[in-house]
């Protein structure tokens, strides 16, 4: 059994002392309901920054909303990079609100812009409505690169859990030529094969709030066609050739069914030639990027990515 850091072992007593249900014993509505409120009880104070600023751009789909931040100290007519952030929550839970610690600190670390995006959620829109909105979500920001104060040339790609699952799937994307290719990619413990064949679905079932279970109720929801899940734009693992994508940081954590699939991603990345930067906490839970007011080394590993994002830019 890996170890694990005492931070985890004082949140998931906490959270059994709280009797919360399982996600996945619970309606999608439910779920969002017990994870807005769990959110203020792990997100970290908010750091300031020079803009904060609240859009809205029309998809196929009906609205997307995003959330622009430009670090602190950051003059308003400076060209920024930026990276297109996409929050997790199993496609089904998370908005601009609960990663907005996260994006504030990744702006403030990598002295570029973050653009948040909030795609539509399942079950009311499945696979791949989420995706289809990233996508659009990415071409927008480019075109509209100028107004927003942001180099074109400059764009990342980012996100945790489901959004580390389709910010890889945008990667992808951009190699084929059906959105910008973007110049990196942040995977913190990303999705990366929704057939659910990793090793990690047999080894995490319990103790953790995200099991086997749990992810199974997410994948459902999202992509209820079995077949469907061995898309690649579904299951980026699964993609034929991963040469030429761009350099990536790929974040793992032990206790996290997805924790080999995130690994196995990265050494394919590495085998096809990509500059992979991989990191596993083998102490650490699923999420914890974004639980900085409850586990501590979240703030010195987004501090970490946006120093290679730096460097990368």
């Not at 973007?182 to 913190?188: C, D, E, R, S, T």
């Not at 350099?247 to 995130?262: F, I, K, Q």
Request: net charge negative; charged share 20%; proline share 8%.
């Amino acid at each position: 059994m890996p170890a694990m850091h005492p931070d985890v072992t004082k949140l998931l007593e906490a959270i059994e002392a709280a009797g919360r249900l399982p996600y996945q014993a619970q309606s999608p509505d439910e779920a969002r309901a017990g994870y807005d409120a769990g959110r203020a009880a792990v997100m970290p104070p908010l750091d300031p920054v020079a803009l904060r600023q609240d859009l809205v751009m029309e998809g196929r789909g009906g609205p997307i909303p995003l959330r622009l931040y430009r670090p602190a100290g950051a003059q308003p007519d400076t060209i920024l990079p930026c990276l297109l952030y996409l929050h997790g929550g199993g496609w089904i839970l998370g908005d601009l609100d609960s990663h907005e610690a996260v994006c504030r600190r990744l702006a403030n670390a990598s002295g570029g812009a973050v653009v948040a995006v909030h795609y539509r959620r399942a079950p009311e829109h499945r696979f791949p409505a989420a995706i289809d909105d990233c996508a659009e979500a990415f071409t927008y920001i480019t075109e509209k690169a100028s107004t927003l104060k942001i180099a074109r040339s400059r764009i990342a790609v980012g996100g945790d859990s489901a959004g580390g699952n389709m910010a890889a799937v945008l990667a992808l994307m951009g190699k084929n030529g059906e959105v910008p290719r973007p110049v990196f990619q942040l995977l913190l413990y990303p999705v990366t094969d929704l057939t659910m064949k990793s090793p990690g679905y047999r080894r995490v079932t319990s103790g953790v709030p995200l099991t086997d279970a749990t992810m199974r109720y997410f994948i459902d929801h999202y992509v209820p066609n079995e077949a469907d899940r061995s898309d690649w734009k579904a299951s980026p693992l699964l993609a034929r050739d991963f040469s030429g994508l761009p350099p990536a940081l790929v974040v793992t954590c032990s206790h996290d069914p997805l924790c080999e699939e995130g690994r196995e991603y990265a050494r394919k990345l590495g085998e096809a030639g990509v500059a992979v930067t991989e990191l596993n906490f083998n102490d650490q839970l699923h999420g914890f990027a974004a639980m900085g007011g409850a586990i501590r080394v979240a703030t010195p590993l987004l501090d970490f990515a946006g120093a290679v994002m730096r460097e990368r830019w």
